[in-house]
């Protein structure tokens, strides 16, 4: 890993037409919208679902590196992200993330031992430590191949 501070940049670029690229050196180009909620198609990114779509990929990240580093063995990790957008004191926010976590492994269980790195790699989620919202889990565990 390198020294911090890390920086990291994007652009936006916004046409006449209102279609918005955003884009980074040595990335795809995704093309955003407005979420139907704000009166946008609902077929593209929005700003507020790749929020939500990094806190669900940060936490998948957290919880690898800290699984590899504990010799931990597991199979799959999925993480379904719902964020709350609301009104506090007449500004616009997300309130809350709602994480719902799914483990798999192929052997049996430590179900202690998995909490707590899925509780570690909550806390260590640089994306949710850097917002104001609440997290909040709710975790299942399943045995198979």
């Known amino acids: 890993m390198q020294e911090f501070p890390h920086h990291y940049r994007a652009a936006a670029l916004l046409d006449s037409e209102g279609r918005v690229a955003v884009s980074s050196e040595g990335l795809p180009t995704l093309d955003t919208a407005p979420p139907r909620e704000f009166g946008g198609p609902g077929d593209r990114w929005s700003p507020e679902t790749l929020l939500v779509a990094a806190v669900a990929d940060c936490f998948l990240l957290s919880f690898r590196a800290i699984a590899t580093a504990s ?8 993480c379904e992200v719902e964020g709350t957008l609301d009104k506090v004191d007449r500004v616009t926010q997300f309130t809350a993330f709602h994480l719902t976590i799914h483990l798999k492994t192929a052997n049996e269980v430590d179900v202690v031992r998995a909490d707590r790195l899925i509780r570690r790699a909550e806390q260590s989620c640089l994306i949710s430590n850097s917002l104001k919202a609440e997290s909040h889990l709710d975790i299942t565990y399943e045995v198979g191949s």
């Open 71 to 78: 010799k931990f063995d597991w199979h799959s990790l999925s």
